[in-house]
């Protein structure tokens, strides 16, 4: 009897596990679970969209993190005038990467939903 029930514990636990472990990957992918893509997805999103160069991707990086930085300094704030202060960031990042792309990127770049510029979910259209 014992035995029985410790054989069920340890599949019951073992099952827990892989279920967390299965899990978090996915979570990890889309930035905590809030619908909003890391920078390295954000990057390779906009490098099959605008087929980027290299140069691009290098210059782009950078400014996708300190966003991504940016928006995660304002959640853990709690801004009461946090949509406010998101959009203005949204906006100077779309700015200063369409800055970086030909005029052929920049009016594919302005086509895209809002998600496919990696901003994730919630926000309007700039």
């Known amino acids: 009897m014992k035995k029985m029930i410790l054989s069920t514990v340890l599949s019951a636990a073992a099952l827990m596990l892989c279920s967390a472990t299965l899990a978090t990957p996915a979570v990890a992918q889309q930035g905590g679970g809030r619908g909003m893509q890391t920078p390295d997805a954000q990057l390779a999103s906009l490098t099959t969209a605008l087929t980027l160069s290299a140069d691009q991707q290098a210059k782009i990086k950078p400014i996708l993190e300190a966003d ?4 995660a300094d304002l959640r853990a704030a709690q801004d009461p005038d946090m949509r406010t202060k998101s959009q203005a960031i949204r906006t100077a990042q ?33």
């Open 68 to 71: 991504a930085k940016a928006m």
């Open 94 to 126: 779309h700015e200063k990467i369409k800055a970086l792309l030909t005029a052929e990127q920049a009016a594919k770049y302005d086509a895209m939903p809002q998600g496919g510029r990696g901003g994730g979910g919630g926000g309007g259209n700039q």
